[in-house]
Structures are given as C-alpha cells and as structure tokens.
C-alpha cells in the first residue's frame, strides 16, 4: 500500500509537470534525509571526498558538498574533471583510476584542463605501477610541470595497484628521480568487503584485513606524504571508525542509494532515484511464432497472460511498479518498447507509469540528460547531468 501511494503521488506529478517520456527522477526528500543520515553516521575525524562518477551533476554535487562543508572530489572521466574543477574553484580532486599518460598531457598541455585554473596544484594523479610512475617523471620533465601523485594500493580487490609494502618503498624510492613530482598519499578501494561469502570468512574478516593491509601501506609515507589517506566507497565507508589509519573516505552512490548497495551498512538510508516511464500497451501477450498456442505456456505459468509494453527500457535498472511487474526472458530485453510481465490483477491504463529503480547511478544518471527534482509531490525543478562525453 505505501508504495501503491508513493508512485501514485509521483504518477500525478509527472502528469501535471508534463513529462511523458522515459526520464530520471530525483526524490529530494529522500536525498536530503540520506544527507542527514550519513552525516550522523560517518565517523569523526574522516573527512568525505564525493564519488563524481556516482554523481553525475553539477548541482547534486553542490547540495551535498555544502552540507558536509566537502572541497575534496574523486574524479574518474577528464571532461568531467574539467567541469567539476572549472564550477567549483576551490576544490581538489583525487583522480580514482590511473589515467594513460598520454590522456593526461593531452588534456594538461592542449585539452579539456588547458584552461582550467590551478590545475598543477588542484590534481592529483593515480599510480599504480612503477612504469606509469615513470611515465608520468617524463612528462613532468618534458612539459616542466609539477605533478602530484596517490599511489593506488592493493587491499583486497585485487584489481591492480601496488601489492605489498616492499612494492610500494620501491616507488616512493623511485620519486627522487622525479623533483616536480610529489606523493600525497594513497588510495585503497575495498568494494569486495560485502561479497566475500561466510566460508571464507564472510565481510568482517574481509574488512579487517582490508584496514589491516592499508595500515602497513600507509606506515611507509613520510609525514608530508599523507595529506590524502583515502578509503573505502559507499558500501563500506561507514564501517569505518575514527581511530583508524585513513583520515579521508569516499561516498557517491550511497546519498541515492540505487540497487546494488543495498547492504547492512546502509540499512537507514533510502532509494532516492527512479526511472519513471509511461506505459504504451497493456495486453494479453502472445510470444511470436506461437501465438494462440501461448495460452497452453500461460496455463501451466510459463509465460504471463498479462503484460505491458514501455517506453524505452533495457536500463541498468530493476521493476518496482506496478508491485510484481517483472522482466521476461522469452520476450527479451529492448531499448524501444520493453515487454514487462504483470500480475494478473494488475490495474493499470496505458499512459500511467512504471518506474524501475536503478541498479547503479553511474552512467544511468547521464542517460536521460536531465533530472527531475520530485520534493513534497510535486515536480520542483530539473537539473542537468553532465555530459557522458
């Protein structure tokens, strides 16, 4: 019943707004209570560093950077390093995956940062390998500028970076073969924390190693070496306490909650975002090349007898309403017109809506090219994405 209500509410909302097409919407409601829950949540001493990839708008990164006073970013994309340098001029930003050499001088020398202000000092670069440390001392040699670096650590992942603490010695080593390059630090992701299965000792154990293993990490850094000692991802920054060795954590995804984190950790937060899409055909489905012989599938409950076609579809995204509309494998996926199965008692007209609930917000939040801000039942504004590209 209260999701009946809550997707009624934003049925009329959108009705009244005028949009009839496939589109993103953002409940500020929600948005602000998981401001406020994570605020609560998130350990003294550790400041945030928000996820721009998870966020893909200058506005949304606006609102939740003031609320926690945020001036650190993660960025993952250099268009969108660019954008998010050049709309807020006194943030750094920490890039979250190591860029190809040639990616960055491209973009320092006559790209997308050429006109960016304070660039040399407001970037810090990714390390993951002692080649791309190298790389990275020519290009400061051959443009003379000033680079500043995080060395990607290993802490469980396994997805690249340094492995060990000889590993890394040997790269701060390295730096004095480099003068206008500088270590600020390190960075450690731990995504895997929630996935690791009971038999092998479940996510507590996972975690501790986790902090375990970036503890060592950081003992290597001199004391001028660690103004960034960067952790953890939605899934897990709250775990975190202040006594331990990070002094900052990475958040994106968790302030609008889609799918894919919903994990105990964030058991007090709330889904934010929604595609919400009109419905175009409500019928009693056939499957092609079977036609009338579907009914014999549908009366032993292999194929629905009752269904819809959308707008659009084939998201990262999974059904929530109408309650119990489903994907079909026999039907298949599609970007135009989607089939979706429905519970036989399902009431519902074309020209009212399903709405689906986003696996992720990276990527998906950039599909639509805008947002609409859904506050107090009502259609309040829009705000642009950034551009994928």
């Not at 609320?67 to 930003?93: E, I, R, Y």
């Not at 503890?215 to 004391?223: K, T, V, Y």
């Not at 994106?252 to 009109?278: E, M, N, R, Y």
Request: proline share 7%; net charge positive; hydrophobic share 40%.
């Amino acid at each position: 019943m209260i999701e009946e209500q809550y997707f009624s509410s934003m049925t009329h909302a959108l009705r009244e707004a005028g949009f009839h097409q496939p589109c993103m919407v953002l409940d500020m409601d929600r948005l602000d209570h998981n401001i406020a829950a994570i605020k609560h949540s998130l350990a003294p001493g550790l400041s945030l560093r928000l996820v721009d990839k998870s966020l893909p708008c200058l506005p949304l990164l606006e609102r939740i950077s003031k609320a926690f006073d945020c001036k650190q970013l993660m960025t993952f994309h250099l268009p969108v390093t660019a954008a998010v340098l050049d709309s807020f001029p006194d943030v750094t930003v920490l890039l979250g995956k190591p860029m190809p050499v040639e990616a960055a001088k491209k973009a320092l020398m006559d790209g997308v940062l050429t006109r960016t202000h304070g660039s040399e000092t407001r970037i810090s670069w990714l390390i993951d390998s002692n080649e791309r440390l190298a790389a990275y001392g020519e290009l400061s040699k051959e443009t003379g500028l000033n680079l500043q670096l995080c060395f990607e650590v290993d802490v469980g992942l396994h997805r690249g970076g340094y492995k060990d603490k000889t590993s890394l010695r040997s790269a701060l080593n390295l730096l004095s073969n480099y003068p206008k390059l500088k270590c600020n630090g390190i960075m450690g992701y731990e995504a895997h924390i929630n996935r690791i299965p009971a038999l092998i000792g479940g996510p507590k154990r996972a975690f501790e190693k986790a902090r375990s293993l970036y503890m060592e990490f950081a003992s290597c850094l001199r004391p001028d070496q660690r103004s960034i000692l960067n952790i953890g991802g939605s899934s897990t920054a709250l775990l975190y306490s202040s006594e331990q060795t990070a002094n900052e954590l990475s958040i994106g995804s968790a302030f609008l909650l889609p799918g894919d984190f919903d994990v105990p950790s964030l058991s007090a937060l709330q889904p934010a975002i929604f595609i919400a899409t009109p419905i175009l055909k409500v019928l009693e489905p056939s499957l092609p090349g079977l036609d009338g012989k579907s009914r014999l599938l549908q009366k032993i409950g292999l194929f629905p007898r009752h269904g819809c076609f959308i707008y659009g579809g084939k998201w990262m995204a999974n059904p929530v309403y109408p309650v119990g509309m489903k994907t079909n494998s026999a039907m298949g996926l599609s970007t135009n017109q989607q089939f979706m199965s429905l519970p036989d008692n399902t009431d519902i007209q074309p020209g009212d809506y399903a709405f689906l609930r986003p696996t992720q917000s990276e990527f998906v939040l950039q599909q639509f090219g805008s947002i609409l801000m859904y506050q107090r039942k009502k259609i309040v504004g829009v705000w642009p994405a950034l551009p994928m590209s």
